[in-house]
């Protein structure tokens, strides 16, 4: 059995039946991050001592009889925005970059309490700002399909470890679908679970009414594994839901005989690339062969979420990146206060340790957007543009509200391209923004999304197709994905781009 390529839901049983050991397992992706990420550079810290120790530990508890957790041995990559207390917690920021979180995150409590084997920290955009994982402060990520080729953002770091055989599960967080457009470009599956379903305990916060942590792998299968461990209430976050987590495994298998899925014309509007749509026009079919039918539905606001979005998220980013003080969190200027040399053009000595401070420990996206937000919140601005952004949410909302009285399910592309070149947007914001056309209306709605591959470019390049619903639906679109993959082999697929 080569460990990398197996499926996490296979390891578990090899685990289980006492055919490979968690060492052995672990080892394997250990070696295998060694041989790939000094190119891909998914990740930014690796604990291999921690990972060995953990895995050591599960095999002589499992030797013995002892009851262990159901991610037992099984190794998951934790994209750098989770607080470890083992481990360092930049956010790809120079801001953070010796940053040692004194708690776990929620999540990756639930991770260890599960026995999982965590084998390091993925990079990402910086603070989760980004669509191509360009704006990490630690280098950028490259597509393991194509290394000149972006892997999208901001999880990119975690679609790569798993698109790569780096790791079999990978943690990823989505506020405007950094979970979800990284997944679709790296030709892995990726969901982002309703808003409060997981807890935000412990991830660095973006913009706190959007961000949502979730589960990314190879297959729908192994995203049910993970969601299962990781979901459930926590009273340590207040927007966390108190509602039982169901079994995500056991209904997988039901067939969707009769499952209706929406169809949005506007979708398939300019700017989609032809072979993305074909793609995502077949996975309609196959559906319907499945026994689904396909439904128009309207969001007839759709057209307004990426401007939405680039209002709230930023205000509450602008928010939130306020506490980078240099007194309280992170890096801290170390010059000399210049009034002491009677030529400062600051308030006071303490103002410029601030503004030097943030002006040192933030890249030139997070400054962008913490611009945006103080602009679109001050006094004089906020009813032009905080206030009416928050009403347009309200309304892009009732679409899908009013879309779902329709249909179970809404399908459609994730992206309109496949991967662009590393660079090609990095001049150009609002192309980059645009990257999220599909996939910010689930962040602002607070619904689920999925999305998994669905079919490859002329030049070898993975599309994504993406499944929404409503909040809760998370067994009902992780069924939707697996059925797909039941008849399919996209998510399958392996790399061979990768030099050796
Ligand atoms: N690309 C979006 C942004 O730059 C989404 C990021 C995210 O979901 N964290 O804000």
Known sequence: ??????????????????????????????????????????????????????????????????????????????????????????????????????????????????????????????????????????????NPWDTNSAPGGSSGGSAAAVAADMAPLAIGSDTGGSIRQPAGLCGITGLKPTYGRVSRRGLIAFSSSLDQIGPMARSAKECAMLLQAIAGHDPGDSTSLNTPVPDYLTGLEKPLQGLRIGRVAEHFGEGLDQEVAEHVEQTFAAYEAAGATIHEVELPHARYGVPTYYLIAPSEASSNLARYDGAHYGHRWDGTPTDDQGISTFDSPLVEMYCRSRAEGFGPEVKRRIMLGTYALSAGYYDAYYAKALRVRRLIRNDFT????????????????????????????????????????????????????????????????????????????LQAAHQYQQTTDWHLQRTTAIPS
Do not use: H
């Open 402 to 477: 009013q879309a779902f009285k329709k249909v179970d399910l809404i399908g459609g592309p994730v992206s309109a391209t496949p991967a662009f070149k590393l660079g090609e947007k990095t001049d150009d914001p609002v192309a980059m923004y645009l990257v999220d056309l599909y996939t910010v209306g689930a962040n602002l709605a607070g619904i689920g999304g999925i999305s998994f591959p669905c079919g490859f470019t002329k030049t070898n390049l993975p599309v994504g197709f993406q499944l929404q619903g409503p909040a809760l639906s998370e067994p009902l679109l």
């Open 1 to 142: 059995m080569t460990m990398t390529t197996t499926s996490a839901t296979e390891l578990a049983s090899a685990l289980q039946k006492g055919e490979i050991t968690s060492v052995e397992c672990t080892t394997a992706f250990l070696d295998r991050i060694g041989s790939t990420n000094p190119t891909i550079n998914a990740f930014l810290s690796v604990d291999r001592d921690g990972a060995l120790a953990k895995a050591e530990a599960v095999d002589t508890a499992r030797a013995q009889g002892k009851p262990l957790g159901p991610l037992a041995g099984l190794p998951v990559a934790v994209k750098d925005v989770l607080c470890t207390t083992d481990q360092k917690t930049t956010c790809a920021s120079r801001m953070l970059k010796t940053y040692e979180p004194p708690y776990d995150a929620d999540v990756v409590r639930r991770l260890r309490e599960a026995d999982a084997i965590i084998l390091g920290k993925t990079n990402m955009d910086e603070f989760a700002m980004g669509g191509s994982n360009e704006n990490s402060a630690y280098g950028l990520v490259r």
